[in-house]
């Protein structure tokens, strides 16, 4: 794993150090842009993997960090939120509203706060790992610090 950063990640290190997550953002030899692979790369159970998906709802971006192993069920979710429809953000929205790449979307370093949900059954590891905005980059972070870092609102995804 390298040390050198992606000005991307700089980014997102950077908005990691300003609200006080102390995880360091590290460069996988592979990109790692589903959670299978990211998994696999840092020997993690792919449910400790903390996906950041993005959709596109009531007329404006919503971050979704859901644990690798879940789908997210957006009529559920809507639901859940007393939202019209929920629908995956196409690539331009997605670069558009995080800055970064659909694969190496991180919690946080986007242009402005997203409205986020965190995946509740991502409480059940003592650390997870997000993106660092490229697929090639991650950091870890506890469940806590996840929301706290995105001021995500804790539901079941699925």
Do not use: C, K
């Not at 809507?78 to 196409?90: F, P, Q, T, Y």
């Amino acid at each position: 794993m390298s040390t050198d950063l992606p000005s991307r990640s700089l980014i997102v290190r950077d908005a990691l150090r300003d609200a006080g997550v102390a995880g360091e953002i590290v460069v996988l030899p592979d990109a790692a842009s589903t959670a299978a692979l990211a998994a696999a790369a840092l020997g993690v159970e792919v449910g400790a993997i903390a996906n950041s998906l993005v959709f596109w709802s009531d007329g404006e971006p919503l971050l979704v960090m859901t644990s690798g192993a879940h789908r997210v069920d957006t009529v559920r979710l809507a639901e859940r939120l007393v939202r019209g429809e929920i629908r995956r953000a196409s690539v331009d929205q997605v670069r558009t509203a995080t800055g970064q790449a659909i694969g190496g979307v991180a919690p946080t370093g986007h242009p402005a706060p997203l409205t986020t949900v965190v995946d509740e059954d991502l409480a059940r590891y003592a650390r997870i790992w997000a993106a660092g905005g490229t697929p090639h980059t991650v950091f870890p972070l506890t469940f806590d610090e996840l929301v706290r870092l995105t001021g995500g609102t804790v539901l079941a995804v699925v």
